[in-house]
């Protein structure tokens, strides 16, 4: 669940087999549990539960699992989990933030340790590497628009008007519009996220995702082989883990 390259992860995410689906299925409960406990179980008034909603849909999570973990929640009987964040150093001094929930903090801490040790890398101590990145959201916004079930057979989808859509994002709170190939990348100010992507979704624009990013001032270029393959393990293990939410790392040109 790298911070960056977003479009090439969610398509890599597609790919996945039901097994590593469900794990995904898992992190994004935990993060609903959490949210639950800290804003409550009514998405209305939740804003952080409203956006965790739309990204486990997104991720095709069914409806029954998100119903079933938001009465476990509200009924206080989710694992008791907090949010812990780990920084440090992958492979070439490449900084690693690594954000988690977990009912079990010995258990994750020492998992963590081990997958950067393994890898030539270094668990660093808090503030050591995050000073380098900025928060920020990120909405993924779809080229094309997806006709609807009731539309006749044979609809073709409807392209997303870049240039309407930049000025309606930068009017409700936007900072930035980028566009490529295959979508548009918005940037917006943590505490807009949630607005900014409520307010597209309502002009009927189709979101792919919408999540809290971490933004590097600097980036690493690594050229020894050796560095690439363990850089590549260290977030593969890091991905697999069940208590880990995301990944930030400057690894430019990661895979």
Same mark, same amino acid.
């Given at each position: !669940?790298?911070?960056?390259?977003? &479009? ?10 039901? %097994? ?12 609903? =549990?959490?949210?639950?406990? *800290? ?7 939740? $804003? ?18 998100? @119903? ?12 008791? #989990? ?5 920084? $440090?150093?992958?492979?070439? $001094? ?6 988690? %929930? =977990? /009912? ?6 020492? /998992?963590?340790?081990? #997958?950067?040790?393994?890898?030539? $890398?270094? +668990?660093?101590? =808090? ?21 609807? %079930? ?16 930049? @000025? ?6 936007a900072t930035d519009f980028v566009a490529d190939e295959e979508c548009f990348e918005i940037s917006t100010e943590v505490n807009d996220l949630t607005f900014v992507r409520e307010s597209l979704e309502a002009k009927g624009y189709p979101i792919i995702s919408a999540d809290e990013d971490m933004v590097p001032s600097s980036y690493v270029t690594l050229t020894d082989e050796g560095d690439i393959k363990n850089m590549n393990l260290l977030?593969? !293990? +890091? ?11 400057? &690894?430019?040109?990661? *895979?």
């Amino acid at each position: !669940m790298s911070g960056h390259s977003k &479009w090439k992860n969610i398509m890599h995410k597609k790919e996945k087999t039901d %097994a590593q689906r469900a794990k995904i299925f898992t992190k994004i409960g935990k993060e609903i =549990t959490i949210a639950v406990r *800290e804003g409550g179980a009514d998405p209305e008034s939740n $804003g952080k539960l409203r956006d965790l909603i739309a990204k486990a849909k997104a991720n095709n999570v069914p409806n029954d699992n998100i @119903e079933r973990t938001l009465k476990k929640a509200a009924g206080g009987d989710g694992a008791d #989990y907090e949010e812990v964040t780990y920084e $440090g150093y992958g492979p070439a $001094g490449v900084a690693v933030v690594v954000k988690v %929930a =977990t /009912d079990n903090r010995n258990r994750t801490s020492g /998992d963590i340790r081990h #997958y950067f040790d393994k890898y030539n $890398g270094n +668990l660093g101590t =808090t503030g050591c590497v995050s000073y380098m990145f900025s928060e920020r959201g990120v909405i993924i916004v779809a080229r094309e628009i997806e006709p609807d %079930a009731k539309a006749p057979r044979g609809t073709k989808p409807k392209p997303v008007d870049e240039d309407t859509l930049m @000025e309606d994002a930068l009017e409700v709170g936007a900072t930035d519009f980028v566009a490529d190939e295959e979508c548009f990348e918005i940037s917006t100010e943590v505490n807009d996220l949630t607005f900014v992507r409520e307010s597209l979704e309502a002009k009927g624009y189709p979101i792919i995702s919408a999540d809290e990013d971490m933004v590097p001032s600097s980036y690493v270029t690594l050229t020894d082989e050796g560095d690439i393959k363990n850089m590549n393990l260290l977030l593969e !293990m +890091l991905d697999d883990n069940d208590d880990v939410s995301s990944v930030f790392h400057n &690894w430019e040109g990661a *895979e």
